[in-house]
């Protein structure tokens, strides 16, 4: 790889000042938030950066084992099961995604001019992809110590969540009971394509209780779900 610009360094400083570690192969940060776009796009101008998917790769795992670890050392009364669904909500894109936003990561990526244009900076695949490509880089860079020192604390906040039943697994499953349970029926779905992605009503009864807008189909009726959910466990609350 090619030397770093100074663009490039006040970028990576920026972002540590911000994690509260200082990598010793600076590079390694740099390639973590290299988007495939960018790389490309350098390569075609006789650059040789290295795109950060072999470091989302690593990266997937060494979060998958923060967050096992945490579990199993901290929540003994844990079971197998419901260890298994806490780590797959945790590691999961949104989750993630969440993390990156926190530290403003979007800030930070680099992108192709094409990627930029289309909202790359706050797509949730490429923000929690880049957050495991962070994780591979602090394993590298400092160990699994220096993963936990600056990961650990985000992740707990969810894992607690999760543990406690704050934060539900499956809005769209926990919908239908509640409005099996209260209202006798089954929630519809009505969603329309539109320049912003889809937008999606959750209608029970002939009353809409939840409007989600995503990039997708599956993510607007399940924000959607979300909404209805709390707008339904808040009112019996009251």
Same mark, same amino acid.
């Given at each position: ?13 920026? +972002? ?41 790769? +690593? ?51 680099? %992108? ?42 985000? +992740? ?21 009971? %509640?409005?099996?349970? %209260?209202?006798?029926? +089954? ?52």
């Amino acid at each position: 790889m090619e030397e770093l610009r100074n663009g490039e360094r006040a970028v990576l400083k920026e +972002l540590e000042r911000i994690i509260e570690y200082e990598f010793t192969d600076k590079k390694l940060l740099f390639t973590a938030l290299c988007h495939t776009s960018y790389a490309n796009e350098m390569n075609q101008i006789n650059r040789a950066i290295e795109s950060n998917e072999r470091l989302e790769f +690593l990266g997937d795992a060494v979060i998958e084992l923060l967050v096992c670890e945490t579990l199993y050392k901290e929540f003994p009364e844990s079971s197998e099961g419901e260890m298994s669904q806490v780590k797959s909500a945790v590691a999961s894109e949104e989750t993630l995604s969440e993390i990156a936003k926190k530290i403003r990561l979007g800030h930070f990526l680099f %992108l192709g001019k094409g990627e930029e244009k289309t909202g790359g900076r706050t797509r949730n695949s490429i923000l929690a992809d880049t957050l495991e490509a962070i994780a591979a880089a602090l394993y590298l860079d400092g160990g699994f110590q220096t993963v936990k020192n600056v990961l650990k604390k985000y +992740l707990d906040n969810y894992i607690l969540d999760y543990i406690s039943g704050k934060k539900i697994f499956d809005y769209k499953t926990k919908l239908q009971e %509640l409005t099996q349970e %209260l209202f006798k029926c +089954l929630p519809k779905y009505k969603t329309v394509e539109n320049q912003r992605g889809f937008t999606s009503q959750v209608i029970i009864n002939g009353t809409v209780y939840g409007i989600g807008q995503g990039i997708s189909k599956k993510e607007a009726e399940k924000i959607a779900a979300e909404k209805a959910v709390k707008l339904i466990l808040n009112s019996r609350e009251v």
